[in-house]
């Protein structure tokens, strides 16, 4: 299945010539040989802080498959729910990696695939066209994640990087 935007339009350009010029325009260092484990990035509106998104992740190698973590700010939903959908968006279709999907739901006992958390969710979406524009082959494994202790955190962490240590390409 495919999971439809609810942000491009609105979060972000719906045109996808527009939309990938003005992506273009936010990076520094296009297709960097920086490795990193992770980048941290703002996910809101590309008004607010599209530049910021693309100067961040233009300034690392994209890996083939992306983690992305991002906030439930719905409510709704698993409290660390996975997509397995591919994601639609107006640059074409980011596609998930059902393998890693599969290994991080077995081996993270709290994680579970559930559409629910992501139908209304923009702060995944609004990262695609960026990473796509880096990366066209990109395949990614989107994650909700309502509120936790910092423990439970901790705990999330330790079992991802567990999962991610076992891949035979970067993640």
């Known amino acids: 299945m495919e999971r439809s935007p609810i942000a491009a339009g609105r979060f972000y350009n719906d045109n996808e010539s527009e939309l990938k010029k003005e992506i273009e325009s936010f990076f520094l260092h296009a297709n960097s040989s920086q490795k990193a484990i992770a980048a941290i990035t703002p996910h809101a509106g590309y008004i607010f802080s599209g530049k910021l998104a693309g100067e961040t992740l233009s300034s690392v190698k994209i890996p083939s498959t992306v983690i992305l973590l991002g906030p439930n700010h719905t409510g709704k939903g698993h409290p660390v729910a996975v997509s397995a959908n591919d994601w639609k968006i107006p640059l074409g279709c980011v596609k998930s990696n059902q ?17 629910t958390a992501h139908k209304n969710e923009h702060s995944l979406e609004v990262l695609l066209p960026i990473l796509h524009v880096l990366r066209d082959d990109i395949s990614i494994v989107p994650i909700t994640i309502g509120p936790h202790s910092y423990e439970q955190c ?15 390409e970067d993640v």
């Open 99 to 115: 393998n890693l999907i599969e290994k991080i739901v077995d081996v993270i006992k709290v994680a579970e695939i559930d559409e």
């Open 154 to 168: 901790e705990q999330l962490g330790s079992e991802l990087a567990t999962v991610i240590s076992s891949e035979n």
